[in-house]
């Protein structure tokens, strides 16, 4: 009865120990039954739950059935032996790793290389010395304890992952409605104006960018043109761009800042240089920003081909003439939305028949090379002449295939926009 009353009394003992061990449950294989309840003694003193096998194939059936945690097997048993039971072992699908020990009498150092090809983890000679078994316990509990760590860590991170996944789908998706709306500021890419035709590119680096390229109609014989690159990139930057948009719309005439109204009631150019300094003050007095943008601002003369533009930080005006020849213009200036002082000029240039005007952005002129050198404007004036029998849209094509030629066959760090006039007269 004494006996009995010991073995209630370490029931809640047992069950505590097990609640503190990241080895719980164990298996030992052995053909010995002698030597398994000697083992299994020892477990079950040391608050393990405690299977046995007398083969590598039953162990093996117990091992399918059941999650252990810690094995300790013969070397040699009859049938399948330890090292052919530990390589059936290690095949097993299991959510955590299993600890193996093989108990054996060999001590050549071929075969302990064989049993650690097997997946054995740790080795014990035979017989067992109990002080030594649960020091090699102690280490399977510190790397059993680290593997499951790893593994809580891993769960995490994957559950991070997939709400930053769910996260970025959303975002992704919402950046590829705001990528249409913003396309949708540019309506027309092409119009043709009878005396001129114009062109129009814009291609985000990103989803959303912040370039601008826009054309409005004055009067019969005139027509607005702007080009604009807003610093930075991005959402906000195309935001801003979004605004801009309503400052210089054409379907809305009376809120075009670079048009006024005549005493007969008619839409005239405002200056460009002017039309700048209001854009300057606008950005400055009522947009909470730290943005500023680059513009090119004007307009053709149909009639004339006089184009009078305002430069302002943005990229040079290339003009090409009808023999294939090409000039830049412009005097650079300052960006708007950067310093209130800022003063805005004009220029003037003066198309004829077959004469083309483009106005980039800096995406085109600064593209990088697979070296890090930029395209410049040397070297978009060479583009624009072994291309001069190009026109229009096909222009824009060539001109995004020979960038891309030279960057080394990279994304574009940059947006790319640009503005093409081409004047027959």
Known sequence: MAFLKH????????????????????????DSRVQRKILTAYFRRWGYLV?????????????????????VSDWMMPGMNGVEFCRAFRALERDSYGYFILLTSKSEKGEIANGLDGGADDFLTKPVNGGELRARIAAGERILRMERELNEKNRLVGETLTEIQSLYN???RDLIEAKKLQQSLVRERYRDFGAAQVSLLLRPSGHVGGDLVGFFPISEMKVGLFGIDVSGHGITSALMTARLAGYLSGTSPDQNIALVVDEGGSFQPRPPAEAASLLNKLVLEEMETEHYFTLMLGNIDLK??????????HPHAVVQRANGTTEIFGDGGMPVGLIEEAEFEEFQVRLE?????LIPSDGITECPSAEGNMLDNSGLMRLMQQNANIKGDTLFETLLWDLTKFSGERDFPDDVSAVLVEFSG
């Open 51 to 71: 299977s046995e096998a007398a083969s590598g194939e039953e162990a093996l059936e117990i091992c399918k059935t059941r999650n252990i945690d810690l094995i």
């Open 7 to 30: 073995e209630v009394s370490e029931q809640p003992l047992q069950t505590q120990l097990l609640s503190d061990k990241v080895i719980q449950s164990v298996l030992v294989a052995d």
């Open 353 to 357: 028949r077959g004469d083309r005007l």
């Open 304 to 313: 004339t081909g006089l184009v009078t533009l305002s430069q302002a930080g």
């Open 170 to 172: 959303i975002l992704d």
